[in-house]
């Protein structure tokens, strides 16, 4: 019987997807640390829960430390301490360490929150990416501009996803961004050079053994557009899509893929990598994180693969066990976001004409309702997932969803 203590700051939806998962594995105790009392838990969740532990915050190393050392007393030595959120993975490699709880160190961790670290590991291994620099001081942002030329991406050194991220295109804005950002040493930034092409993910299960690193397992999205681009432009209804099929690029990046995560030091689990096919037909690796992938590719993979992801992803960080699902389908997410300056959903239109041309195709939905609030992420209001044998039906099913379906703000 193994113990498990899962960190989850607050007991969402998605989170108790994660509990759930964890308490119906076989020989697993789970304990819980999270900011949310015991009493918020659901009940139908506290059977198969063997602890709590509240904490202030969760993303506080020596809180989490307190927290596994009083669950071990009533549940024994903890042999593992997980939680899928990207900003988490460095808190949890110190509390694992402080703790001697195996897993990913600080070292490892580190690589992969560290996004200067991050490449300057790619470019020693030989892995494509962008020319970047650490950002302490103004005066480096003007040197590395005048390197690599505009336009160039700021971003946040421990970025998540594209939130914080820029792109400055004249000198005015790099003016204002520095002015805005202030970096300094105990405040730094990361710039890169800025990549054009299309940007795509791959994801991987990695199980390490006795310092043996095997990837066994690929699958990897298009976004319609980059994330970057969708932030710039808020009026973008944007789509992930997963096809049945790997083609040419992909195949051809995996090796690529397998060598970034060697040069990071993954350990066991699954990695969520952003990478370019550029202009040129050249590939280049963004970055990657140490986690299950956002923007509802859980839900793709475990629709296109005909497995629960959430389940697998338990039982690999548990276990070291992975079932390798062959993929049957391909699956596609729209993603539907408020239009306008409002706090509010004040109208959702043209859901009934989007459903007449897809409707047998969604699989999953969560569709914006009025007087809903308005997000503060790219990820919208709502979304919609559609399935099909055929990558080509996907792709035109979301593009009929995203070009009907219009959600206002006020």
């Known amino acids: 019987m193994k113990n498990v203590v899962f960190v989850a700051p607050h007991f969402l939806e998605n989170t108790l997807r994660y509990v759930q998962a964890l308490a119906d594995l076989d020989g697993t105790r789970v304990g819980l640390i999270s900011c949310d009392p015991v009493t918020k838990l659901p009940p139908r969740f506290r059977e198969g829960v063997e602890a709590h532990y509240r904490v202030a915050d969760c993303l506080d190393p020596a809180q989490l430390a307190k927290a596994c050392r009083g669950l071990a007393h009533g549940m024994g030595a903890i042999d593992r301490l997980l939680g899928p959120l990207e900003q988490m993975q460095l808190p949890l490699a110190h509390a694992r360490e402080a703790c001697g709880i195996p897993g990913m160190g600080v070292a490892t961790a580190t690589a992969f929150r560290d996004k200067t670290r991050m490449k300057d590991l790619f470019q020693r291994a030989g892995v494509p990416c962008a020319r970047h620099r650490r950002i302490e001081s103004a005066a480096d942002a003007y040197a590395f501009v005048t390197e690599v030329g505009l336009p160039i991406i700021l971003k946040p050194i421990d970025g998540l996803g594209s939130r914080g991220t820029q792109r400055i295109r004249t000198s005015a804005e790099l003016d204002a961004a520095l002015k805005s950002l202030s970096p300094s040493p105990s405040r730094p930034i990361q710039a890169e050079e800025f990549i054009r092409g299309i940007e795509r993910t791959c994801e991987t299960v990695t199980i390490t053994t006795r310092g043996s690193r095997q990837s066994i397992w690929h699958s990897g999205t298009h976004y319609l557009p980059g994330p970057l681009e969708v932030i710039e432009n808020p009026w973008i209804q944007y789509c992930v899509l997963l096809p049945r099929e790997d083609d040419a ?38 970055e990657v994180g140490a986690r299950p992938p956002g923007v509802q590719i859980m839900p793709l993979m475990s629709i296109a693969h005909g497995v629960d992801m959430v389940d697998e992803w338990c039982r690999l960080q548990v276990h070291g066990q992975f079932s390798r699902p062959a993929r049957r389908l391909a699956a596609g997410v729209a993603f539907f976001r408020g239009q306008g300056q409002g706090k509010r959903v004040t109208a959702v239109r043209g859901v009934a004409e989007a459903n007449d041309g897809v409707g047998p ?11 809903q609030p308005a997000t503060s992420g790219y990820e919208g209001e709502g979304w919609a997932i559609v399935a099909h044998e055929r990558t080509e039906v996907v792709r035109q099913a979301l593009s009929h969803m995203v ?4 959600v206002e703000l006020g």
Not at 256 to 271: Q, W
Request: proline content about 4%.
């Open 361 to 371: 195709l969604v699989v999953d939905k969560k569709l914006p309702t009025v007087g």
């Open 249 to 286: 690029d992909f195949r051809a990046f995996t090796p690529l893929n397998v060598a970034a995560l060697d040069a990071l030091g993954m350990e066991t689990g699954l990695s969520h990598m952003e990478w370019f096919v550029r202009r040129d037909g050249t590939h280049a690796v963004s």
């Open 403 to 406: 070009s009907h379906v219009r």
